[in-house]
């Protein structure tokens, strides 16, 4: 298992922000609770806590490179699973 802090736009590590990588798959952590999870291309979003605030917001568009409107589409689409991670 390997945990690495994100970086801001400055390329500096961000405090409680994490991507975290296992043989299960890569995790975005943001503070103590995961936000999303990649496995085998498949993504999993923490159903309460996916867009909970502005800095998990941020850290989440970066980790999926994509922005809100995107991922409530692919949420409303099914190609993102909405479930608890927590």
């Not at 922000?17 to 943001?30: K, L, Y």
């Not at 923490?46 to 605030?53: A, E, H, L, P, V």
Request: with cysteine.
């Amino acid at each position: 298992m390997k945990v690495e802090n994100m970086e801001s736009n400055k390329g500096n590590p961000v405090p409680n922000q994490f991507i975290i990588s296992s043989n299960e798959g890569i995790f975005f952590q943001s503070y103590n609770s995961i936000i999303c999870k990649l496995i085998e291309n498949k993504v999993f979003l923490d159903k309460y806590y996916w867009n909970y605030s502005h800095t998990t917001a941020k850290y989440r568009r970066k980790f999926l490179n994509e922005g809100v409107e995107d991922t409530r589409n692919k949420i409303k689409s099914g190609e993102y699973i909405l479930t608890n991670l927590n």
